[in-house]
């Protein structure tokens, strides 16, 4: 899907008909051509509380996302509706509208906590969309963030304690928007005037205490606090009379209340010049298929009742995009040599640095489009098809030379062999005769351009193969004494000896050259990947140093405010980030 495409409405991503959730196959075409980088926009909150609306209006239209008038609930699942970013050129925004949370139709909760865990596994930014104020029954509404460490994992290995699993999901995780409708209160504390944000971090202030009440009220808050660091909140008055909601995408603006669409218009802005294309960890940009590999992973997890790990989707994703990078690559070799060589080259050398030129390009277009290539598996797997391109394109060079030398031999000695046929040369001094011919014949083979690599060895084996008319032209030749026929003998012996290590050394040049040939290739592998792995730590790095200095903003508010129990555990999950961080890394092995 290209800036020009445009979808004309939303359709179904994840379907959610019978208790099960189902990804809908035309969903996944539509991602799939969205070669763009993504921005993903997640929407949850409870039903009849007018997220489709705002959705429709990130989308830059009035009707969309069905809105809904009655109490039923009208959003089955996820639906997705992707749309050009107005605000980022060459980009895709793809909004995702979830179906009402607490819907009493459904009377099972269990589905609302996979799609409220989907949102947050899909968006790069995660919109929570509630009634009024925030009071403790919007905090337990949003129970599904407690769940969220029941529901999700970041890494995939069964040694991984909760703690840790909660420790990674920031670097994970989307930014938290808080949208309060139909909002009532005067924005103030002590008497002096605050902004949304504040009134949203007020009320996340933790209660002291130890009873099971000051639990269940810090619980929510805590790990809001914990998992979205980056927090933004948004207030909205009543956009029209109550009377006139039930037909919002009909009113016109102006009979919309003003402060409302003002409030409308700053969200808007917000979210388009905030939220970023979705990354994975890596600083992998995500795509429409990346998206979609994305999906699929974590609902077919959901389906065979495992939990969704976001670990193991990289790495799933990592195998599709890697297998695709080798076939780039491979494809970019064959195009860059088809181009470049002809057979036969002059020298073996000729064709091995064409090849080796064309391999450096073709390591670095798949170190381009890898990531996460474990155990460089993939990288090896170039390796060996590059190698075994290598060989063939030697046979077939050796194959080359072979035949347009043993063309050229018919085309300048066959005139010689008919004289032979005739017995032109059976007659006295014939034998002498011949040699010097056939020597003459053989200068003129050898200023012949572009034989290639086979050039002696044709010619030894063509001159071998005709040992036996030089041999019986040289016992007739009644010109010639016995002396001189054992000299010629003795020369004749002393030549193929000469030819016989010549061709020895050849072989031996050969096989030298192919062998730097190979260690040339490892060591470009070896740097490239090098190369790699160092930009890759400093990416993580980075990642790694946001959500430390993220963490450590969160231990100290906790700290001042007085809860060292729970700063104390924030102190823990840093100091294993920390450990982990600096014995993490790649190894370089591609033997």
Known sequence: MTSETHMPGPVCLIENTT?????????????????????????VGLYRTGKSYLMNKLAGQKKGFSLGSTVQSQTKGIWMWCVPHPKKPKHTLVLLDTEGLGDVEKGDNQNDSWIFALAVLLSNTFIYNSMGTINQEAMDQLHYVIELTDRIRANSSPDNSELEDSADFVSFFPAFVWTLRDFYLQLEANGQPISADEYLE???KLKQ?????SKDFNEPRLCIRKFFPKRKCFIFDRPAPRKDLVRLEQLKEEDLNPEFIEQTKEFYSYILSHSNAKTLPGGITVNGPRLESLVLTYVNAISSGELPCMENAVLALAQIENSAAVQKAIAHYDQQMS?????????????????????????EVFMKNSFKDVDQKFQK??????????????????KASSDHCMALLQDIFGPLEEDVKQGIFSKPGGYRLFIQKKQE?????????????????????????????ADSLLQTDQSLTE??????????????????????KEIQMKNEQMMEQKEKSYQEHVKQLTEKMEQDRAQLMAEQERTLTLK??????????????????????????????SSSGPSCNIL
């Open 19 to 43: 208790g099960q959730l189902v990804v809908n196959q035309e969903a996944l075409k539509i991602l799939s051509a969205v070669t763009q980088p993504v921005v993903v926009v997640a929407i």
């Open 202 to 204: 007020h009320s996340l």
């Open 209 to 213: 205490g130890t009873d099971q009440k």
């Open 339 to 363: 181009r470049k060589v002809q057979l036969p080259t002059d020298t073996l050398q000729e064709l091995l640095d064409l090849d080796r030129a064309s391999e450096r390009e073709a390591i």
């Open 381 to 398: 797997e170039l390796g060996a098809q590059l190698e075994a391109r290598r060989e063939e394109f030697c046979k077939r060079n050796v």
């Open 441 to 469: 014949l053989e200068k003129k083979y050898h200023k012949a351009p572009r034989k290639g690599i086979q050039a002696e060895e044709t010619l030894n084996k063509y001159l071998k193969s005709k040992e036996d008319v």
């Open 483 to 504: 002396k001189e026929r054992e000299i010629e003998v003795e020369r004749i012996k002393a030549e193929c000896a000469e030819a016989a290590n010549k061709m020895l």
């Open 552 to 581: 450590l903003q969160e231990q100290k508010l906790l700290l001042d405010e007085g809860f060292r129990k729970e700063s104390e555990k924030l102190h823990e999950e840093i100091q294993k980030m920390k450990m982990r961080s």
